[in-house]
């Protein structure tokens, strides 16, 4: 049998729409049909980012709100989850959780998918977008993507996982080496942020602190993007 015959064919979200699923493993099977190549860049930075992810077991990468970090970070793990060539088997989200004025999140009602949803809204978004709502609740409710306070992180090895870290200029240089020594075999991490938006008061941020700590090392890769991107 030919290549051409015995492969899958790729299909756009569109074409799964009225396409019902009522388990984890009709979720993953359509993952594998998702023509994620349908993918298009704004930017030349875009394409670079999205790349370089591809290449390196850690990605840093920065930039203002809006260039796409986001975005771009869950399609690539969305794309890796769906490949039958990788060893990837669920996505993590992580967040350096900051505060409201007073408010405690452990005192939040709920679990921690309840406490943490409000601060997860724009990676939900963005999956809802790519595989649709059914197969984001699907995907979820089996614990395939997941959501991981950075505060619970300590004393876990992640792997096989598609970990993303957002708004990393919010944590500090001791989370950060927290975080990426819980990288396991067969993991990847992306770890995104905006240094002008850095809530640390005292002290250097932990994501310009690993920046500078990881340039040049073998396996990691920088990606940022301008106020014109």
């Known amino acids: 049998m030919s290549k051409t015959t015995s492969s899958r064919k790729k299909v756009s979200l569109h074409d799964l729409k009225n396409h019902a699923i009522n388990n984890k493993r009709q979720a993953l099977k359509d993952l594998k049909m998702l023509n994620f190549d349908e993918l298009q860049y704004k ?13 390196k077991d850690i990605t840093f990468c920065i930039g203002p709100a809006g260039c796409g970090k986001t975005y771009l970070s869950v399609h690539r793990a969305l794309r890796e989850l769906g490949n039958k060539d990788s060893s990837i088997d669920g996505i993590v989200i992580v967040k350096p959780l900051v505060e409201a004025a007073g408010e405690k999140i452990g005192f939040l009602p709920g679990d921690v998918e309840e406490k943490t949803a409000p601060f997860m809204m724009s990676f939900y978004y963005n999956m809802e977008q790519i595989i649709g709502k059914q197969r984001l609740e699907i995907l979820k409710t089996n614990g395939i993507i997941q ?21 990393a200029q919010n944590a500090t240089p001791e989370q950060i080496k927290m975080f990426v020594t819980r990288l396991g075999e067969g993991s990847k991490y992306i770890i995104t942020g905006d240094l002008a938006q850095s809530d640390i008061k005292r002290g250097m941020s932990g994501l310009e602190d690993a920046i500078k700590r990881f340039a040049g090392v073998h396996g990691v890769g920088l990606a940022s993007f301008k106020e014109k991107d």
Do not use: C, H, W
Request: charged share 20%; glycine share 2%; proline share 6%.
């Open 43 to 55: 930017n030349p930075a875009q394409k670079r980012f999205y790349n370089t992810i591809s290449k």
């Open 147 to 167: 959501v991981v306070p950075m505060a619970y992180m300590r004393g876990i090895t992640l792997s096989n996982k598609f970990v993303i870290l957002d708004e």
